[in-house]
């Protein structure tokens, strides 16, 4: 392999002495902003071997480095060995930045090449000001990899379906001109959407082109009369462009855009999100044109879920749960005489969702983590890492599945036998917190960062920590990581997630224990935003628990749980088997039972 | 009275005629951006008739306008009655802000006045800006109302002492290094300061020009070499002036500091806090001089008290404690056969303080509320208000006291004999509050905003909530309001009380329930902020309280306290009897051995 890449990167510098770069960027994205990118974006995987899903590759004349944060440093390491790479481990002290190496690195008058579409806008025009002191030209026209890349996999073409107003709960229209009413309040006649989500929720439709994402490669500019999409046309059927053009959808080639908003006229006005543009898009329209930035409407009207929304997702939630617990009744009555691995676990969930009507696939790689393997937050096993579950062990089981109703993501820890005490007070800890924040009331106003203690309280009074956010948005049949809001005590602007809770917006809840070299804990319910009560304090809200499925009795230390955390575990188990047992044959529903038994 | 406004409003507008000024505006500042202000500067009391200690005031050429929030909205309606002038409601739905008024008030070309030493530069600013486009003139030169007031109180001019090190803990010399460490990384040669406990920290120096704030009225001009101190002379005595000239303290006149900072050169640089230095001030700086912008760094040096200031603290809150106690005995045992009203509670609590060594005054106007009256926050008794107590209903007590050892700040609340369940429910809520916030365990980082919600939830679970934050910094016998740091869900820039929670910082916790018309609870420790563990999660820091008086057991509703908050509380009550039982008398004793028994 290694001998392979080396030939790449020599190729590659050919490219830049052609064009007379001195540094080439290569970042882990695709045109849109994506948090997870289709093959045929894996250009920095192609380029330097490495397959972690964040990191960032620059090829100077004379080295290869590559920028990683902490969850992939071992797997870098690996994967680098021999290719003569330099792995820049991010976040270490005395590493430098991306920015600062570059820097260090250009000649005065030199220049730099990146593909801009690669390229967060924000991110281009860091390396215009930081390098401007040495008088760095910047070229983001060229795509090197694509030059370089023998068999390049073709963009995604997956065919595109729509998503009927019985699943979207509001029409194209209505949404359009919700959109439109934004814009008409800014004074901007374009707006540019380039998030594939942000696109797929305004349009109904939904595709296959990343995968677990069911997302669509297109970019959208909407003006007051039309939506330009530029998408390959073959991706639709003749319903689909007939329910389009009703709504004034017009089709262009899906590359066109660049050349499009170059034609943009000094007295046009246009809406576009700095956060979310890449920056060869931004730099193509024309100077005079005058940009007015801001969110993406789009971002909070996709989070707040309309009532049609809600009940699809309850009803999503409630076969999810199907599903999980007819695994874990399974898991429960063979873990002791059968053979059972972490992937044959995993695809054995996978059989239970696909016995539910409506299941499209699973909406992310699934972790199934045994024992110290568990300690890992983004393990996911491989033939070469699986191992067979044994007793006396937990097994973590983060999985979703993405149904017409809706996305999901749960994550239960089982019990394999009897656990030791140890693991049972931070498995008990994991759902007190857990819980701690399924059960708050708090004011309307509140963000993620307000509450964020609530789940992380009973780990930190154990002097642990998890070293992540407690919880996420999650998208209706789109991304499983959507803004803007989520639970994080500190706060990660580039995370956009400090909006202000809103009714109707489904976070997760998802606190957890990370021992290295010997188990992982995580327990995950969705919440789902309410309001409560409106009085002379103001608006109050609380949370519905929307996900059913037990929470491993087998693992609770009931004495390490209060009153209060008592009464709504129980209350919740209750409602769990409500939800449940109609689905479920005689003996599980009599498992489930005795899972659900108040403590 | 209110003919006497309506004169002093008409001599003001001969001088504003004289001067050129279509509106003056008069707000209730001092000089030094102080949160209370000495007699000599309450000229918008004196201009408009209201007393209370927040408002804006605006004299046009036809209308008075006065600006005042919520808390003051009855008082001031009752104090500007007959005057003519106009209440102005803050925050009210149509209600126009200061700036709004004014800048539809002004003529085009028009000129606005005001004493710039009393508006803060930010605010100056705001003015400019927004009146340019009607080409308004700015006079910030002239205070008018000195002009108009007949016997104005002279400047407060008491007496200067010294915080010798046994209790500052730290040499003037020694904090004048670290101010000039940050000068020197800033490039700064000259740096002012203005805040009157700034200088006092700085200085080690306190004296008693603001009612209970041990305040000194001075400004300060630190360069490398000297401190430029702006003070009346006849305010020190010999040995404070030698003091103060060991350590290159260069004494000037209290006013000419105007004049002084006009004297900068272009060469120059000067450190100064934005948020904390006056608009004629700043304007009185040469353009041409470069202005660093930052925190004072004395905010962040006082807020975090050092071992011997802290010990110190210990000190003066057991004082603090025991003058509590011994008071809260009384009015237990004499509540049912003694004439007791608010104000004879409040003078015997001041008695019992009295007997403290060390102890100097009051560090704020005590609030002493009974019934209904503790439904209002800020409620301070006058002979007119005054009641006598009664049985089966509560009395609040929010007092302070500053002492050598520094500066306390308690609220108790106390059951009169048997009290309503709904009472004992609410105080429950409130002790939960009070101590979940005080038993937090947390990671280096958590500002306030994360932890607030765990004094509130107790309150927000009964759909209730508490108008004003649930902390604040304190001062070493220094403001009681003291930043960078508090405790707020919400976050109010202008409170500057978002820094991380540091070792070292003294903060309050003081949730509460306040029902209007019925009864207001609330209960206060202060917390000192500790570091806990160090491990691979991080930094962990937890809270000690250091306030030491019982939580009124006759009030608390046993069975609404789950497992940790009763060993909470139980280690409290445990911890207060042994700071406090060597102070006490046979009978006290006794009777707290009681008050502080298990729950």
């Excluded at 289709?38 to 995987?45: C, L, P, V």
């Excluded at 005489?337 to 539910?356: G, H, W």
């Excluded at 983060?398 to 693991?423: C, H, K, M, Q």
């Excluded at 917190?433 to 004011?443: E, I, K």
Aim: with cysteine; charged share 25%.
């Amino acid at each position: 392999m290694s001998a392979d890449i080396k030939k790449r990167i020599s190729k590659l510098r050919t490219f830049m002495k052609e064009k007379g770069m001195d540094a080439y960027v290569i970042p882990s994205a695709d045109n849109h902003q994506s948090e997870y990118v289709g093959e045929f974006f894996k250009a920095r995987a192609y380029i330097t071997g490495f397959t972690g899903s964040a990191g960032t590759a620059v090829i100077t004349k004379d080295e290869v480095g590559l920028w990683t944060d902490g969850r992939y440093f071992l797997q870098a390491e690996h994967q680098l060995e021999g290719s003569g790479a330099k792995l820049f481990k991010m976040g270490n002290q005395g590493v430098p930045t991306v920015l600062e190496y570059i820097e260090a690195a250009m000649p005065s008058n030199g220049k730099l090449g990146f593909d801009g579409r690669l390229m967060a806008m924000q991110e281009g025009e860091d390396f215009v000001s930081q390098l401007s002191p040495k008088n760095v030209a910047i070229e983001y026209a060229y795509d090197l990899v694509d030059m370089v890349w023998d068999g390049r996999p073709k963009l995604a073409n997956e065919p595109v379906f729509l998503l009927e107003e019985v699943h979207s709960g509001e029409s194209r229209s209505s949404k359009l001109r919700r959109v439109r009413d934004v814009m008409k309040d800014e004074g901007a006649n374009y707006h540019i959407i380039t998030t594939l989500d942000d696109i797929a929720w305004l349009l109904n439709i939904r595709g296959n082109d990343v995968k677990y994402s069911p997302l669509v490669l297109c970019y959208a500019v909407v003006t007051m009369e039309k939506v330009e999409l530029f998408i390959e046309e073959s991706k639709l059927d003749i319903r689909i462009k007939e329910a389009l053009a009703k709504d004034g959808v017009v089709l262009r080639h899906y590359n066109d855009i660049y050349e499009f908003v170059k034609g943009f006229k000094a007295e046009d006005v246009v809406l576009i999100d700095p956060a979310r543009i890449n920056y060869a898009m931004y730099k193509n329209i024309p100077a005079q044109t005058q940009k007015i930035e801001t969110d993406n409407p789009t971002i909070l009207f996709k989070a707040v879920k309309n009532p049609v929304e809600l009940a699809n997702i309850e009803k999503a939630h409630i076969k999810d749960g199907v599903a999980i617990t007819k695994f874990m009744y399974w898991l429960k009555t063979n873990v002791a005489n059968t053979t059972i691995t972490e992937i044959s676990a995993s695809d054995k969930l996978e059989e239970f969702r696909k016995q539910q009507e409506g299941y499209l696939w699973q909406s992310f790689a699934p972790i199934s983590a045994f024992k110290e393997h568990a300690a890992m937050m983004h393990y996911s096993a491989t033939p070469e890492t699986d191992v067979e579950l044994a007793q006396g062990h937990l097994l973590l089981m983060d999985t979703g599945g993405n149904y017409f109703e809706g996305t999901t993501d749960i994550t239960r820890t089982f019990a394999l036998g009897e656990v030791s005490s140890e693991l049972k007070k931070h498995f008990t800890a994991v759902a007190r917190g857990m819980m701690n924040l399924a059960r708050a009331r708090f004011l309307y106003g509140c963000k993620g960062y307000n509450l964020d203690i609530l789940a992380r309280e009973p780990m930190w009074s154990l002097d642990m920590d998890y070293k992540c956010g407690t919880g996420h948005g999650v998208g209706y049949l789109l991304n499983i990581h959507e803004g803007p809001s989520g639970f994080r005590w500190y706060i990660v602007p580039s995370k956009h997630e400090t909006n202000t809770l809103e009714e109707g917006m489904v976070i997760t809840d998802e606190p957890g224990i990370y021992i290295d070299g010997s188990h992982g804990i995580r327990i995950e319910n969705e919440l789902i935003v309410r309001k409560g009560v409106e009085n002379e304090s103001g608006q109050f809200m609380h949370f519905d628990a929307v996900t059913y499925a037990p929470i491993d009795l087998d693992a609770i230390a009931t004495e390490d749980l209060n009153r209060d955390e008592k009464l709504y575990l129980n209350s919740y188990h209750k409602l769990v088997y409500e939800k449940l047992e109609g689905f479920l044959t005689f003996e599980e529903r009599a498992w489930l039972k005795s899972y659900t038994r108040e403590v």
